[in-house]
């Protein structure tokens, strides 16, 4: 980079990073989470309305191609990374245990409902539901289906926390089944993404999709297993030979890092390999809680935002607009999501209001949405108007059922955890 380019690229970290923070504070004190703030800067920043008054401007200073856009798309991949690893240390594996036997059926019920309804019309009307004219039928409606049966983990658990409701019952059994949710979600999206850079290079064929799944199982049950153990035992020894959290802090990113080379070289997306990093790391015994506790900072006050910011930029949200995608997007995901999780709530005895506020907290969308968005957005698998659609989705569905939530708050603390039986 050019010494021009390279105070550009400074320039861009430092308005983008402060922005963000800003109208992320802004909108918590509005009650909305904070990723809708920080897109909205991108929004602002970016082709929607920075560069339709001062198009020169704003195209020096983000440009869509060259030195500074490769560099900027660098950060925040690392900055996504490291959210999904901070997803994963959320997940707490023995609460998953011990609710599975309700939180299970709620996770699946809420799953294959919306998956089916999202699955059906892409298949059947790709163009319509904004597909990229490139991309393959299937892969196309298994995007869709993915990405309208995922319950953000993390928008989730933030909002049962400010509600005083995540060590409730009903706190403990809708993470629960959110964990589920994730762990299948972000399962069939590297699928999907992997079916597609397969298709790219012509070789879209069972065996290398075999192989991929093979390795990615294979993956996932070293981690949890061999890699556990592993972790726990270099966490215990860097607490010993250290004074502070910093080489922890070191270790757990550099890990993440290096999971998420080893799921982009067999197939599978890189966030995934974060993802059950974090998950490894968060179930570890020796984890402090002041170097959680910085990660999470460090993250969710710069990288992250980071990141959502520059989701705001590559897209002119007001050109892509298109209503009639927006309300099937949105009426499917929520219909799908509330219904399949009530259903399946009711089924398994809880009370029709329990069962009703367990759906509409599953359908708590957000962060995970709009990052699987970006990703097919990228790889020429949606075009912009779905993008947008998602990305509204998100605010929409995160905004309400916060609300809702908080309107029943008061009832719900006064569930008891379940009890499993032996």
């Known amino acids: 980079m050019s010494e021009f380019e390279l105070t550009i690229f400074y320039l861009q970290i430092a308005i983008l990073a402060i922005g963000a923070r800003m109208a992320g504070e802004a909108a ?19 082709p929607t309305i920075f560069r339709h008054f001062l198009p020169a401007l704003q ?20 900055g996504v990374s490291l959210f999904l690893l901070t997803a994963g240390m959320e997940i707490d594996l023995p ?37 990229h004219e490139s991309t393959h039928q299937i892969i196309f409606a298994l995007f869709v289906g993915a990405a309208l049966s995922i319950t ?19 706190g403990t059994r809708v993470i629960s089944a959110a964990v589920f949710d994730d762990v299948v979600g972000w399962t069939v999206a590297g699928f999907v993404f992997s079916l597609d850079r397969l ?13 991929m799944v093979v390795l990615t199982l294979t993956f996932v049950g070293l981690m949890l297993t061999v890699g556990r153990w592993l972790c726990n035992r270099i966490l215990l020894l860097i607490y010993r ?8 802090i070191g270790f757990i990113i550099g890990l993440a890092a290096l999971g998420a080379c080893l799921t982009q070289s067999i197939g599978m997306h890189g966030l995934f390999g974060a993802f059950i990093v974090g998950v490894v790391i968060g179930g570890s015994p020796h984890l402090r809680s002041d170097t959680r506790k910085t990660i999470e900072d460090f993250v969710s006050n710069f990288m992250a935002p980071l990141y959502f910011a520059c989701v705001g930029l590559s897209v002119n949200f007001i050109t892509n607009f298109d209503w009639q995608i927006v309300a099937a997007i949105v009426t499917i995901a929520s219909v799908g999501k509330i219904v399949g999780c009530y259903s399946v709530a009711s089924w398994n005895g809880l009370s029709r209001q329990s069962s009703i506020a367990t759906g509409v907290a599953m359908n708590s969308r957000g962060s995970i949405e709009i ?15 779905l993008f947008v659609a998602l990305a509204i989705m998100s605010l929409i ?23 499993t039986s032996t």
């Open 371 to 385: 990052v699987l968005g970006m990703i097919a957005l990228q790889a020429k698998i949606i075009d912009e108007r």
């Open 199 to 211: 298709n790219d290079a012509g070789n879209l064929s069972i065996s290398p999709v075999i192989t």
């Open 59 to 78: 195209l020096t200073l983000f440009p869509p191609a060259g030195p500074n856009h490769i560099a900027l798309v660098a950060v925040s991949t690392l």
């Open 241 to 248: 030979t250290s004074t502070d959290s910093a080489a922890a």
């Open 152 to 170: 953000s983990l993390p928008i989730l658990a933030k909002l049962l926390i400010e509600l005083g409701l995540y060590k409730t019952g009903f």
């Open 95 to 131: 609460l998953v245990r011990r609710e599975g036997h309700v939180a299970l059926p709620v996770s699946i019920g809420g799953i294959v409902l919306p998956f089916a309804l999202g699955f059906a019309p892409a298949f059947l009307f790709p163009q319509l539901l904004g597909g």
């Open 28 to 46: 918590n004190r509005l009650r909305l989470p904070a990723v809708v703030g920080e897109i909205f800067v991108g929004i602002i920043l970016g």
């Open 397 to 419: 569905t995160c905004s309400s059922t916060g609300y809702f939530l908080k309107s029943m708050s008061g009832a719900l603390r006064k569930e008891e955890p379940s009890v």
